[in-house]
């Protein structure tokens, strides 16, 4: 028979799952990148999301894929006129660098088109588990977790979950609860919501829990308010 605390851990997994789907159908940000299915733009988005802001990608993310519109394009250009197109996000000549090298992979070993299986997307240069995990998610709509800083910050949170890895990223025990509270065939809203809400309300600093659709099951606040 299945313990207290056990039955209750899934019932909240379920509400987890249910009220960020809710909030986030009124709670939505639109950025450029989330309008498309196209992996190419999708890599090469999650590669200038890299320390910077969505705010700073979204300024140039319709100039960009106007002058390099696939893999080839990107592929033929200079590393200076990459950086020269990608100067507002700061540290230009390392992704210039990083974006010629991933473009020149894909037309020369995978024939101009992003790979759509897990082991090839890991094989691209600077492509690790959560940005082919994103390629294959928002663009080929598999069920696949984006774990990243801010979706652990919120499992800790609601869940009272630490990780016991120096680097919590790479804790396969989060990777795998993040992957069950993915409902069937709702991966991309799913990962979105969760972004979003990392965003919005549970941030790092100055979390909003009076408006938190969580708030009546997380073990932070709950915390917080027998303080």
């Given at each position: ?77 200079t ?21 010629k ?34 390629v ?92």
């Open positions: 028979m299945m313990s207290t605390k056990k039955r209750n851990f899934a019932a909240h997994q379920k509400l987890f799952t249910t009220r960020l789907l809710a909030w986030f159908e009124t709670h939505a940000r639109f950025f450029p990148w989330r309008e498309t299915r196209d992996p190419y733009k999708i890599l090469v988005a999650e590669m200038m999301l890299r320390k910077t802001t969505a705010g700073q990608v979204q300024t140039i993310f319709h100039t960009f894929f106007d002058k390099y519109p696939s893999p080839i394009f990107l592929a033929r250009a590393p200076s006129e990459i950086e020269d197109s990608i100067r507002p996000l700061g540290l230009e000549h390392r992704r210039a660098d990083l974006l090298k991933l473009a020149k992979n894909i037309v020369e070993k995978h024939n101009g088109k992003v790979p759509g299986v897990n082991e090839k997307l890991r094989s691209l240069p600077g492509v690790g588990q959560y940005t082919a995990n994103a294959l998610c928002l663009a080929y709509g598999r069920d696949l977790p984006l774990l990243d800083t801010n979706f652990i910050r919120i499992l800790e949170r609601v869940f009272r979950i630490k990780s016991l890895k120096a680097r919590a990223r790479m804790d396969e025990s989060l990777w795998r609860l993040a992957s069950k509270l993915i409902p069937k065939g709702k991966g991309r809203e799913f990962n979105l919501a969760v972004l979003d809400f990392g965003a919005l309300v549970c941030r790092a600093r100055h979390p909003t829990h009076d408006v938190c659709p969580l708030n009546d099951f997380c073990l932070y606040y709950s915390n917080l308010k027998k303080e």
